[in-house]
């Protein structure tokens, strides 16, 4: 491995361009169903690009996902949110994200801004992205690895559907979370 470390105990991935590795990574989601349980699920086909400067600040991110991969392990409910009642994905076919701000929080923990496009609605967010580590595989390439971690209202990206339950409260839950985990190949 690595070592990441430096002398302020600033964690960072080493300086140039990495690639996502598809194969070795995931971008997933966890969201509450009727109130009381938590449903999972994640994007099959995605993509990304880490333009890493030795200033971390001085970085930049940006991904995407194919909404039609959406997989939640239930075919009825995956096609409902291909649908216009929610990612539209005939319309809008990908969501996006440009990292805007890159700011050092403690070791490897850095606060990441950016603009997440979802249905052609573009708001600012906010996550959390870990770098896990650094190193060069069996076969010499050299890895990164980043763990990021947020959440979103889904509403304020036109993913509005809602039905409202007899008992009270509501069947999809508003608050999304949003789990990425990034194996990434220097360039």
Known sequence: MTQLH?????????????????????????????????????????DGTLEADEDPERSHAHGWVDAASIDTGSADRDAHLRSPDFFDVDRYPRITFD???????????????GDLTIKDVTREVQVEATVQGAG???WGTERVGVAIRGSIDRTEFGLAWQQALASGGLLVGEDVKVLIDISAVRA
């Not at 997933?28 to 169903?33: D, G, L, P, W, Y």
């Not at 700011?103 to 801004?113: F, I, P, S």
């Open 99 to 113: 990292s805007t701000r890159i700011q050092w929080a403690e070791a490897g923990t850095y606060h990441v801004w």
């Open 136 to 138: 060069e595989d069996p």
């Open 6 to 46: 430096t002398e302020q105990g600033l964690v960072k991935v080493p300086a140039g361009t990495w690639k996502v590795d598809p194969a070795h990574s995931s971008v997933a989601f966890e969201v509450k169903h009727m109130m009381i349980a938590t449903v999972r699920g994640h994007f099959s086909s995605f």
